[in-house]
Structures are given as structure tokens and as C-alpha cells.
T-cell receptor, first 115, second 116 residues
Framework: DAGVIQSPRHEVTEMGQEVTLRCKPI?????LFWYRQTMMRGLELLIY????????DSGMPEDRFSAKMPNASFSTLKIQPSEPRDSAVYFC?????????????FGPGTRLTVL | AQKVTQAQTEISVVEKEDVTLDCVYE???????LFWYKQPPSGELVFLIR??????QNEISGRYSWNFQKSTSSFNFTITASQVVDSAVYFC?????????????FGQGTTLQVKP
């Protein structure tokens, strides 16, 4: 069974460029989460979707960040324009949620470096 | 307030020592779930355990064991006879049934270094 798939694994870009991170959740999972991890702030929840609908985006840093989930098997996190302070590891996780919080399974992460 | 506190930022032990990682949580819900994840140097987050609030039995899995005490709102994790491969960041997390979304609240993590 394939786990959560994220692409790209590494991204280096220049300030001002648009960055798109992609995630394919585990088949059958109906909740999807985007996290950001930095040394300073630890693991932060940015946004989560339930049945493809964004439930809480209060963790999204600012309007430069946006996330979509057009269908049950694909989600994107976009940063436009990117800034050096966006450099971090971005994780996508999915779970099967039916009332009780089930285990979140994490993807390998995308390491983003903004120069 | 819902919160997870891992007071130990870093722990360093010598191989074969036992080590306990502390996790204290705050919640007003009566039904909730607790988790532990491991993040080795390679960076991925690996699920270790999920427990619900009605099951206070301690759990053992090989060298790993978990002590859940509702009276002190703690869910501590012990590694027996630690090995170098146990070196990682360990995260404790809390989830609520009332949220109906699967959202988890993570602690700040404890970095464990096991020296040979």
C-alpha cells in the first residue's frame, strides 16, 4: 500500500517566485493536513481538509499561501510570491476520519529553500 | 485549552540506558486520543502509537513502552536498553473526538541522542 506521496522532495527557488507543493494522500483517507516544520517554530499545522473541503486555514501564515484539494487524491500548497522566511520542510499527512481522530500518516516532506 | 507539553527539549543518554520521554496534555474533553511519533535524522515522521482516553493500560512493544495516567494527564514513553538507532525527535500529540476532523495538537518534540 503506497503511503502519502509528496513532490518535489527538494525545491530551491529565488525570492519572488511561485512555488507549488503537491501531495497525494493514502487512498481511502478523507482528511488531509499540511504542516510546516522549522527549527524556530517546530511543527505547525497550516491547513486541513475534510472530504476535500478546507475546514481550518487559520494556520496559513498570510495571503501568499493558498491550498487546494480539487479531488480526494490530490492537494496543492502554493506560495506566491515566495520569501526566504518560507524556507522550511513542508509535510502533508492524511488520515481516515470518521468521528474519532485516526492516525495521521505523513509524507516524506518537501524541503523548500528560498534564496 | 487544549495543549501538549513536552518539557524535555533534549535528552542525551549512553547506549543501553533506559530513557523516559515525558508528555503532559491539557483537555476538557472526556474522549480523546494520544499519539507518539518519531522523526529520525532522515526527516520523515513515523507513527508509533495511538491510545484512546478510556484505555489506561500500559502498552509494551519490544523495547518501547507507554505509561498513560489520566490522573496526571500524562502519556510518557520509555525506551528500554536504548540504541543509537533510537536517536530522533519524538513528538507527542492529542486529538479530540469532538472536533470530528482528525486534527491533532502536537507538542514541541524531544530530541533524543543516544551515544555509543
Amino acid at each position: 500500500d503506497a503511503g502519502v506521496i509528496q513532490s518535489p522532495r527538494h525545491e530551491v527557488t529565488e525570492m519572488g517566485q511561485e512555488v507549488t507543493l503537491r501531495c497525494k494522500p493514502i487512498s481511502g483517507h478523507n482528511s488531509l493536513f499540511w504542516y510546516r516544520q522549522t527549527m524556530m517554530r517546530g511543527l505547525e499545522l497550516l491547513i486541513y481538509f475534510n472530504n476535500n473541503v478546507p475546514i481550518d486555514d487559520s494556520g496559513m501564515p498570510e495571503d501568499r499561501f493558498s491550498a487546494k484539494m480539487p479531488n480526494a487524491s490530490f492537494s496543492t500548497l502554493k506560495i506566491q510570491p515566495s520569501e526566504p522566511r518560507d524556507s522550511a520542510v513542508y509535510f502533508c499527512a492524511s488520515s481516515r476520519t470518521s468521528g474519532d481522530p485516526d492516525t495521521q500518516y505523513f509524507g516524506p516532506g518537501t524541503r523548500l529553500t528560498v534564496l | 485549552a487544549q495543549k501538549v507539553t513536552q518539557a524535555q527539549t533534549e535528552i542525551s543518554v549512553v547506549e543501553k540506558e533506559d530513557v523516559t520521554l515525558d508528555c503532559v496534555y491539557e483537555t476538557r474533553d472526556t474522549t480523546y486520543y494520544l499519539f507518539w511519533y518519531k522523526q529520525p535524522p532522515s526527516g520523515e515522521l513515523v507513527f508509533l502509537i495511538r491510545r484512546n482516553s478510556f484505555d489506561e493500560q500500559n502498552e509494551i512493544s519490544g523495547r518501547y513502552s507507554w505509561n498513560f495516567q489520566k490522573s496526571t494527564s500524562s502519556f510518557n514513553f520509555t525506551i528500554t536498553a536504548s540504541q543509537v538507532v533510537d536517536s530522533a525527535v519524538y513528538f507527542c500529540a492529542l486529538g479530540h473526538s469532538s472536533s470530528n476532523t482528525g486534527k491533532l495538537i502536537f507538542g514541541q518534540g524531544t530530541t533524543l541522542q543516544v551515544k555509543p
